[in-house]
């Protein structure tokens, strides 16, 4: 469903991607580990239509079509979901009002009825159990003066709302304490389905004890220079990444 | 030159006449003074032939309701009787044409238009020197106007006009009312509108003024607002520019006794070639006198902004608190913002604070919202919506927050 074919972005005139190659099926979850400044969030802004992430090379295709040629909105709309590593505060903005007003802006691109604020509160009540917020959250402006955990925490409610086809989790794990990791992993796996794919950007292991991949596979200088099974993410918590690395440059 | 020529057709009285010298001692404003600096009036004036209002009001005239309130209309010049509504008038309160005001009290009308100084005034001169027409509205004391009333100027027509009106609010002690100022125009020809409100506020008095400038290329708006505070006296207004053609507003506020206050805000929204230049001025004239000022912009296209507010402690004066803030938003590269809230003080005693901004909407905002499936003008609005929205907090609660909040625009269904 999500096939990612010689990606190449540039950032500022520096290639990041440099060839990279991924395929997501659906039901799969797709980790992605790697050293600092392999192009890990690179990879989920490029997908996401940021600006300033230049595709120079490459295809991306989301479902059978290009997602390259789409704004921003239209490729969330299709049902690709980016989790921010760092989501921004948008103070002044409510909570609520945003999330209905993203909730139904992808509704009506897909040619489906809008919920009104009644449908929205039964909706968003259900999906606040599971990540453990409790309603005071919805008043709120849209991330300001949240904590981290609490950040992230919005990042998986949205992703309860919206059900993407695919997930891209970028570093949803940085920060989080065992409780809130645990309540995010909770989300993430409420949603895993045959349908819908995922891929969990991280760091440590620790995440994918929670969330369990199919495939581990390894990003290092803009490239995967290796891929795995579940395994590969303990033999790396082990080892590091200087044997593939070395491997790879050698 | 078309002020001049509109003179001519004037009725000139002694008040008239002294006004209007008292207007050529300066003559009209052009760039080279320091208050008018961004706003070349000069220019503006002689480009177009100008004439006096035609005096021809239209019943069937419609302009955009504001909710339960006592309407006067003033078109071209003249009272429209037929679109007013004062009937129910709590008793206590008299509202009249100005026209009616001069001729019963012409003592006590010469002394407002002695109370502004012709130097630093010249559009409020020339207001004296041309005004035929206006509202007056006096509340005796205790007395609260249980609705606001509207007074809605419209100009019309196939000429240029200049048309000149001058309202009083007289607030005798503890007395309240709202005043809503709304400027519209249906003609295609340049419309300068020259309006001066002059409030006193007796002691305990609460005095609302709220303008409203619409949308309108053909529309220069010079709008004044003068008050002066007694003892716990407060005035509250509120300015929301829209994008006239040319918007200037000035206002001048003195509080000349102690627990005076006034709350001047406002919030702009200006596209194409608008251009709006404010012009404000705090006189704290007692101790214990507090002011506070707050205006947001949005700037597009090629439109032009001006804030120039300053407040002024006295010599002499103890614990005065005064607050200056304007934030901006430019959203193109060709909009144009100049801004300098200034305080001056001259005492020891104050608390004063003052600050200015001019930004773009946030990108990484943005991009957020829109990686949510919001689509880029949705989020833009929202951003917009919401920058503006705290120049409303201070008046949500009041018969005309909301509505005010609703003319600008920017708000969208979700």
Not at chain 1, 198 to 205: K, L, R
Request: aromatic letters at 8%; one cysteine or more.
């Amino acid at each position: 469903m999500l096939t990612i074919n010689n990606l190449h972005v540039t950032v500022a005139d520096k290639p990041i991607l440099k060839g990279l190659n991924l395929e997501v099926k659906p039901g799969e979850v797709h980790a992605i580990m790697g050293p600092n400044g392999a192009g890990k969030s690179t990879l989920g802004n490029a997908l996401a239509g940021r600006e300033g992430y230049e595709i120079t090379d490459g295809e991306v295709l989301f479902n059978g079509g290009s997602i390259l040629d789409l704004s921003i909105e239209e490729r969330a709309q299709s049902g690709l979901f980016l989790a921010f590593q760092y989501p921004v505060e948008i103070p002044g903005v409510n909570n609520a009002y945003f999330l209905r007003a993203a909730l139904n802006a992808r509704l009506k691109a897909k040619g489906l009825e809008e919920v009104d604020a009644m449908q929205f509160m039964q909706l968003i009540k259900e999906k606040m159990k599971l990540v453990g917020m409790d309603k005071r959250f919805l008043s709120r402006e849209l991330n300001h003066g949240f904590s981290g955990g609490e950040k992230k925490r919005n990042e998986v409610l949205q992703m309860l709302l919206f059900e993407p086809a695919v997930a891209i989790l970028d570093e949803t794990d940085s920060g989080l304490d065992i409780d809130a990791l645990q309540m995010v992993s909770k989300g993430v796996n409420h949603l895993r389905s045959p349908e819908r794919g995922f891929v969990v950007i991280t760091h440590y292991q620790r995440l994918l004890n929670y969330i369990v991949p199919d495939f581990v596979h390894v990003l290092s200088d803009g490239k995967i220079i290796h891929s795995g099974d579940k395994t590969l993410a303990l033999e790396l918590e082990e080892k590091g990444y200087g044997w593939l690395t070395e491997g790879a440059a050698g | 030159m078309s002020v001049e020529n509109v003179w001519e057709t004037r009725f000139p009285t002694p008040l008239r006449e002294a006004a209007w010298h008292a207007f050529w001692q300066k003559g009209l404003p052009t760039r080279r003074w320091e208050d008018w600096k961004y706003t070349d009036l000069s220019r503006l004036l002689n480009a177009t032939d100008y004439v006096a209002p035609t005096r021809l009001t239209n019943e069937n005239m419609t302009f955009p309701p504001f909710p339960d309130a006592y309407v006067m209309v003033l078109e071209n010049g003249m009272l429209n009787m037929t679109l007013s509504q004062l009937v129910g008038l709590p008793i206590g309160v008299i509202c009249q044409p100005l026209a009616k005001f001069i001729e019963q009290n012409p003592t006590r009308y010469q002394h407002y238009c002695e109370a502004i100084d012709p130097a630093h005034h010249p559009m409020a001169t020339l207001n004296h020197a041309f005004a035929e027409q206006g509202v007056v509205i006096e509340i005796a004391q205790d007395v609260m106007l249980n609705k606001p009333l509207h007074v809605v100027y419209v100009t019309s027509g196939e000429s240029a006009q200049l048309t000149t009106y001058h309202n009083l609010v007289l607030a005798h002690p503890k007395s309240h009312v709202v005043l809503v100022e709304s400027a519209y125009n249906t003609s295609a020809q340049p419309q300068l509108l020259n309006t001066l409100t002059q409030v006193t506020l007796e002691q305990g008095a609460k005095v609302e003024v709220v303008m409203q400038q619409s949308q309108d290329d053909h529309l220069q708006h010079i709008h004044g607002l003068h008050s002066y505070g007694q003892e716990y006296s407060c005035l509250r207004s509120f300015h929301l520019g829209l994008g006239a053609a040319l918007g200037r507003v000035n206002q001048h506020f003195h509080l000349q006794a102690p627990e005076a206050c006034c709350h001047a805000y406002g919030a702009f929204h200006l596209a194409g070639k608008a251009h709006l230049d404010h012009h404000i001025r705090i006189e704290h004239e007692a101790s214990h006198t507090h002011s506070d000022v707050h205006f947001r912009g949005l700037l597009d296209q090629k439109a032009k902004g001006v804030f120039n507010s300053k407040a002024i402690v006295h010599a002499g004066t103890k614990a005065v608190d005064a607050k200056q803030y304007n934030h901006n938003l430019l959203l193109a590269k060709t909009a144009e913002m100049n801004t300098k809230p200034e305080l001056e003080i001259y005492t020891d005693d104050v608390q004063c604070a003052h600050g200015a901004t001019v930004g773009q909407l946030d990108k990484e905002v943005l991009f957020y919202l829109q990686s949510r499936g919001v689509p880029m003008d949705l989020a833009q609005r929202m951003l917009m919506e919401t920058f503006l929205a705290h120049a409303f907090d201070p008046v949500r609660d009041r018969p005309y927050g909301d509505w005010l909040f609703q003319q600008l625009g920017v708000q969208h269904d979700v």
